[in-house]
């Protein structure tokens, strides 16, 4: 039996994770689950699935929890002491579906025990790619992507060698706005962002998606995950959603990775990796599909592809700065403090300020100095925001 852990299990990743999961049941001990708020949710889960333990990030929940899983016999834990607890447990396989910086401490906790980690939270490799995979290779463990493109990409490279590869191109759904005119993109809702026209996702990837801050990360995820350099990693809008990435090789041959929308095939497979199991998802009938479409993806429309590249030039800390300026210009957009295209210029302010301060972006790649990057990019992202605020009244 494989000992299977799922961090964030109560999100779109995490219930399409235990989907899986639940159609072999005598294949899987499940060690831990772990969700946010929806205790509901997280409490039928674990009933279902009988884990050892379910833990809610959310400490003032846990008499909630515990009560709904009274009589069951599976212990209930809340907070973030109780979610790296969780990730010490050994388990063979984890999926780290906690969305934004929030997974990276658990996800390097099952690394340190050796775990193999599927990885859907990119932010942790955006922020600290380089201690992600520091952390594999010194416990035997080892990541693999969950993200679609980048399953995509590694299944691309399989049997190939690295050394051959000229480029990778990431593909982009072009999200809510893509048909948009650019100039009604300043007043779009939090609403009308996360709608997505192809994926079915949480919240704030679904936003992320509309603002190709979520094609921003996954540049950078690229770079970090395969060492791809900067300049041969490229986006293209393609609206069908099929193809999720091509890997162009030396003598011209582009190999791509086409599928259905569905993310239980990304996950599927790192869960079997490395056979190939059948999986549940729709098989293509290309001839219905008759044609796929491809675009520029402009800076103009998506600021954030600029900010990506700057990110990747800049190197050192600069992803811990980036994720976490985003996540709070994407905080300030969902309440409502800052309008969709206003996000990309907080980031941006964030980054040139904290770049401008000696001794922060090159600083020593410790966990620490990605902490201490976060909270001080969160600050200056909220500052720059009470600015803009103040500004517009
Ligand atoms: P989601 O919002 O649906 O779920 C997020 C999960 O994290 C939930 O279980 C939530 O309770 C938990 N959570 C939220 N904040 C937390 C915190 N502070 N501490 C601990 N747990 C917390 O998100 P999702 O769409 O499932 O995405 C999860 C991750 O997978 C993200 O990193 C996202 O970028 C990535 N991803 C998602 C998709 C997709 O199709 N949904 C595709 C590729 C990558
Ligand atoms: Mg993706």
């Known amino acids: 039996m494989r000992r ?33 708020r929806n205790i509901a949710l997280l409490a039928e889960q674990a009933r279902q699935h009988r884990p050892e333990i379910a833990v809610t990030a959310d400490p003032d929940r846990l008499t909630d929890l515990r009560d709904a899983l009274a009589g069951s016999g599976i212990e209930a834990a809340a907070g973030e002491g109780a979610l790296i607890e969780a990730a010490t447990r050994p388990a063979d396989w984890v999926m780290s579906a906690i969305v934004g910086a929030a997974g990276l401490a658990p996800g390097l906790r099952a690394l ?23 952390k594999a290779s010194k416990h035997g463990g080892r990541i693999l992507p969950v993200d679609s493109e980048h399953s995509a990409v590694f299944q691309a490279l399989i049997g190939e060698n690295i050394a051959s590869v000229e480029r990778v191109i990431i593909t982009a759904s ?28 949480g919240q704030r990837i679904t936003i992320d998606s509309a603002s190709m801050f979520n094609k921003a990360l996954e540049l950078i995820e690229t770079r970090e995950f395969f060492g791809i350099s900067p300049e041969n990693i490229e986006t293209v809008v393609h609206p069908e959603s099929l193809i999720h990435a091509l890997v ?5 041959a582009l190999m791509a990775h086409v599928g259905p929308p569905d993310m239980r095939h990304a996950i599927g497979f790192a869960l079997h990796w490395p056979e190939r199991r059948s999986l549940p998802v729709e098989r293509l009938d290309l001839t219905a599909i008759g044609s796929l479409s491809f675009r520029v993806a402009c800076d103009q429309r998506y600021p954030a592809l600029r900010l990506a590249r700057e990110v990747m030039r800049e190197g050192g800390l600069s992803g811990a ?3 976490a300026a985003k996540e709070q210009a994407l905080d300030g957009f969902l309440a409502r403090q800052i309008g969709f295209m206003d996000m990309a210029g907080i980031v941006e302010d964030v980054l040139s300020e904290i770049s401008a301060r000696p001794g922060h972006i090159h600083a020593e790649f ?26 517009k009244n």
């Open 4 to 36: 299977i852990s799922v961090f964030g299990a109560t999100g779109s990743i995490g219930q399409s994770t235990l989907d899986l999961i639940g159609r072999a049941p005598d294949s899987y001990h499940v060690v831990a689950l772990t969700g946010g």
């Open 321 to 323: 700065v980036f994720n």
């Open 248 to 252: 162009g090789y030396n003598d011209g």
């Open 174 to 201: 072009g999200g809510a706005f893509r048909d948009w005119p650019l100039e009604k993109l300043a007043a779009a809702t939090p609403e009308q962002a996360a709608t997505h026209p192809n994926w079915d996702m």
């Open 366 to 391: 410790t966990l620490d100095n990605v902490n201490r990057l976060d909270h001080l990019a969160r600050d200056t992202a909220r500052g720059a925001i009470k600015r803009l605020m103040d500004r």
């Open 112 to 134: 340190e025990q050796g775990a193999t980690l599927a990885l859907a939270n990119k932010e942790s490799m955006v922020a600290a790619g380089k201690l992600m995979l520091q």
